[in-house]
């Protein structure tokens, strides 16, 4: 599975799970200067995971995973997840 195909499953994991995920495009700025951010909040009781853009595909794994674990943990235990997508979930391992 390719990291844009592991991103891809997260993202459709987490909106399963119902998050809303959002993907802004282009080099936008909140406001002069600040650039928007990737990041995870809540909107109403809705958990929000936005996605810059600009940011690395890996970056997006890495947020689309803690937010997954952080937030709909319990709900994981009850879905299969193929192998790239339970790794992803699980972590970064740390060296030997």
């Given at each position: 599975?390719?990291?844009?195909?592991?991103?891809?499953?997260?993202?459709?994991?987490?909106?399963?799970?119902?998050?809303?995920?959002?993907?802004?495009?282009?080099?936008?700025?909140?406001?002069?200067?600040?650039?928007?951010?990737?990041?995870?909040?809540?909107?109403?009781?809705?958990?929000?995971?936005?996605?810059?853009?600009?940011?690395?595909?890996?970056?997006?794994?890495?947020?689309?995973?803690?937010?997954?674990?952080?937030?709909?943990?319990?709900?994981?235990?009850?879905?299969?997840?193929?192998?790239?997508?339970?790794?992803a979930l699980d972590g970064p391992t740390a060296p030997d």
């Open positions: 599975m390719t990291t844009q195909e592991l991103r891809d499953a997260l993202a459709e994991l987490a909106r399963e799970a119902g998050m809303d995920v959002r993907v802004t495009s282009g080099a936008r700025e909140v406001e002069p200067g600040i650039p928007i951010q990737s990041g995870v909040c809540r909107v109403r009781g809705v958990w929000w995971v936005v996605l810059a853009g600009e940011d690395p595909v890996e970056s997006h794994v890495e947020l689309l995973a803690g937010a997954l674990r952080d937030h709909a943990a319990a709900w994981l235990e009850s879905r299969y997840l193929p192998p790239a997508v339970r790794d």
